[in-house]
């Protein structure tokens, strides 16, 4: 009997070992981002991220890792060729798909790349409501991936608005100039505040409906036509910031 009420206490013991073990990593998780409540969303998300994985929360895991690290070619720093950078900025793109893919959002952005840089185009209805240059949180996940790729390379991102040919009066946006400028400016603010991207390795600019990828004449080439183009290229030595 007595053998029994001890085996009863040793199971007992060891639940509140592993439930005083978990409290103690909550605690630190906690502390940890606390600690890092005035530094970039990037590095938060990737804590989150890796805290996540680590206590195996969500099924089949999940990367810690939020964006890439990007080497671009650059003719004045000619340190790799072509060939081996080509074969860097190869792995970089599948690791970026991947995350985005994770996002579940990759019908609305599609990836453009060679060893001089990165273009991503992301659909108008993921980002803005019609004749709105409010980012909507919906698209957080995807610009997150982005704006960390920027943080952690040496870049130059230039954010560009365009809509369709359909004109626009509005008390804010007098015409279709003035909304491609404004949401370009809404996602360049964004990844800049919320990344602490230095405001010399960023820009933003707007071309209304005079870029067109698409014939305007149709519901589904104005709907590509109506987009925000996120270049990412190399920056000469010197030049700009740093990072």
Partial sequence: MARSKKKKDDS?????IV??????ILVSFFCLLNSYSDKERGRIIEISRSFRGAVAILEGGLSAELGQQLSL??????????????????RSIQNLQ?????????????????EEGVQFVLKDALLFDPGSASLKHEAYKLIDIIANTVRKSRVL???KGHTDD?????????????????????????MESQ????????????????????????????????RV????????????GQL
């Fill in 98 to 114: 991947a995350q985005i893919k994770e996002t579940g959002l990759e019908e609305f952005v599609s990836v453009k790349w060679s």
């Fill in 19 to 24: 439930f005083t073990c978990l409290a103690i």
């Fill in 229 to 240: 183009e996120i270049e990412l290229k190399s920056i000469p030595k010197g030049h700009y």
């Fill in 73 to 90: 070619y650059s003719p004045d720093q000619p340190s790799k060729g072509r060939v081996a950078v080509r074969e860097e900025m190869r």
């Fill in 195 to 226: 990344f602490r991207i230095p405001n010399s390795r960023i820009e933003a600019r707007g071309y209304g409906e005079f870029r067109p990828i698409a014939e305007n004449d149709t519901p589904e080439g104005r709907a590509k036509n109506r």
């Fill in 166 to 190: 359909r004109p626009i009066h509005t008390l804010l946006y007098p015409s279709n100039w003035e909304l491609s400028a404004m949401r370009a400016a809404e996602v360049m603010r964004f």
């Fill in 157 to 159: 991102a230039v954010v």
């Fill in 12 to 16: 007992s013991a060891g639940w509140e």
